[in-house]
């Protein structure tokens, strides 16, 4: 199993308001990205929210990847996730943005994808029918690989249009192109990505052992995907969840007990109408409500609702998310009740003591899925022009 950490500009009350406080957050959120990097992690995860305010101040991700990846060596640097629909994205301008990030990351960005988070957020771009984003999704996700593959790219489709060949640039950088993976809201949405061959980027507001079934869907239908979306087929399922890791048990308990824990859960019950909503979930404004007791925080634990300690406890805890089959698990980051100094710990002491107790392979799964990357597409759909210039610059790499 492997771990890493999610982003999402999370700024919640008046802060958001506040530039000052705002500007504090998104660099903070750099911050353990790159600490991360040197504590075993190996992806980080950035959102790709639009005037969701207060839940997500993360609209414009890849510009934070491009400093985080001049900052860091090893770890990956994932979407999470890119609007597909072209009403948002051109298709187009979306495969040269990750094609580059490729290239910026030297191979370490994860391309996760979807259709958006819920109405308000696509209304934004003049979408009133979020239904309608997923259609869009499935034209432009198996259009885009082709971009990366051909130089003569034309299309004419339902969604979008590229009238004539154009040479998409730039393409992916050497073997294959990054991960493909799908955020997973929905549970029919699991199978899907299996029949696809791309990851699965799962969201668990719930009991981890009620996810068994949809892991359990996605997992089948991957072994059974013989012709992947891309170049090769990435059979990882990515669950986010919760985690507050600290030397001191009793203060991380504490957080746990505290008053406001669950306040951006409200937010995405807000938010978040593209995906069902956890029974008795409480929705912003409404105060969420605290775990009560002792007794009640361990039941939440044993669920694998969250996971809260110290090393040793939560190390034991991470069994849970195995046992249902969790290739890659993560976490929100900065995770209610946490300060900056208590994430700052709690990334080195899950790094440092419990990532090596559940992955000691160091190369990441997706590079090894890349390696296997078989191309699908010819390289030209019409005979290329014999057409060679006479001069080239003196400084030409080839000529």
């Excluded at 294959?176 to 997973?184: E, F, L, R, S, T």
Aim: aromatic content about 10%; some cysteine; overall charge negative.
């Amino acid at each position: 199993m492997e771990f890493g950490l999610f982003f999402n500009g999370y700024t919640p009350g008046p802060a958001a308001h506040d530039t000052e406080c705002e500007h504090t957050t998104l660099m903070r959120e750099v911050e353990y990205a790159i600490h991360a990097d040197r504590y075993n992690w190996k992806y980080t995860w950035f959102g790709e929210h639009h005037a969701l305010t207060e839940y997500s101040h993360m609209s414009a991700p890849e510009v934070v990847m491009g400093y985080v990846a001049a900052r860091t060596e090893r770890i990956h640097m994932g979407s999470a996730i890119m609007n597909l629909s072209p009403r948002v994205n051109h298709p187009v301008r979306n495969a040269e943005r990750v094609a580059m990030l490729d290239h910026i990351t030297d191979q370490r960005y994860e391309w996760g994808t979807g259709r958006g988070a819920g109405s308000h957020e696509i209304a934004s771009f003049n979408i009133l029918d979020k239904d309608s984003t997923k259609v869009e999704w499935e034209e432009a996700v198996r259009e885009i690989p082709r971009m990366w593959e051909q130089k003569d790219y034309a299309y004419e489709g339902d969604h979008f249009t590229v009238p004539w060949a154009h040479n998409v640039l730039p393409k992916p950088y050497g073997k294959g192109h990054p991960p493909i993976w799908m955020a997973c809201g929905n549970p029919p949405s699991f199978g899907r990505a299996g029949e696809l061959g791309i990851g699965a980027i799962a969201f668990n507001f719930e009991p981890i052992f009620a996810m068994k079934g949809r892991v359990d869907a996605y997992k089948e239908a991957a072994a059974n995907c013989t012709e992947p979306l891309g170049q090769f087929k990435n059979d990882n399922i990515m669950m986010t969840n919760a985690v507050i890791c600290l030397e001191d048990r009793d203060e991380a308990r504490r957080i746990a007990l505290g008053r406001g824990r669950g306040y951006q859960y409200t937010m995405v019950a807000l938010y978040h109408d593209t995906m069902p909503k956890k029974e008795g979930s409480f929705t912003w404004p409404a105060h969420p409500p605290a775990i009560p007791s002792e007794e009640v925080l361990d039941q939440v634990i044993a669920a694998g609702m969250m996971l809260c300690g110290n090393p040793d406890e939560v190390a034991e805890q991470a069994a849970n998310y195995q046992s249902v089959g969790c290739d890659q698990l993560v976490f929100g980051m900065p995770a209610d009740g946490m300060h900056h100094e208590q994430v700052l710990e709690c990334i080195e002491l899950f790094g440092g003591k419990v990532i090596p107790e559940w992955d000691r392979d160091p190369v990441h799964s997706t590079t090894r899925y890349r390696e296997t990357a078989v191309p699908r597409y010819p390289v030209f759909n019409e005979p290329p022009t014999d057409l060679v210039p006479e001069v080239l610059p003196q400084h030409a790499l080839i000529r």
